[in-house]
Nanobody, 119 residues
Framework: QVQLVESGGGLVQAGGSLRLSCTASGNIFGLNGMGWYRQAPGKQRDLVAIISSGGNANYADNLKGRSTISRDNAKNAVYLQMDNLKPEDTAVYFC?????????????WGQGTQVTVST
């Protein structure tokens, strides 16, 4: 199993910045994609950004241009720098990781960290 632990959420005013961190532990061999999803109350969980073990990053439209995902493979960590935050960015942000076993994908989730953007 893989454990993902997030940190860095909190309350910030509109226009502010936050940096989320996530560290993986446990059976981390072969982890490929790591990234972030978010879920606002009453809404589905949506992709924010994902980065491969090789450093290729993809962003969803929600925070595109206002966020940067990065990864430190030596630390088994992924980060999300979020800038110019808006109230609509308020959500629980979940760290995510996947691994191809050779026959199927395995998916792992953190417990989530709350991000609240005030007006």
């Amino acid at each position: 199993q893989v454990q993902l632990v997030e940190s860095g959420g909190g309350l910030v005013q509109a226009g502010g910045s936050l940096r989320l961190s996530c560290t993986a532990s446990g059976n981390i061999f072969g982890l490929n994609g790591m990234g972030w999803y978010r879920q606002a109350p009453g809404k589905q969980r949506d992709l924010v950004a994902i980065i491969s073990s090789g450093g290729n990053a993809n962003y969803a439209d929600n925070l595109k241009g206002r966020s940067t995902i990065s990864r430190d493979n030596a630390k088994n960590a992924v980060y999300l720098q979020m800038d110019n935050l808006k109230p609509e960015d308020t959500a629980v942000y979940f760290c995510y990781a996947n691994r191809w076993t050779g026959s199927k994908y395995e998916y792992y989730w953190g417990q989530g960290t709350q991000v609240t953007v005030s007006t």
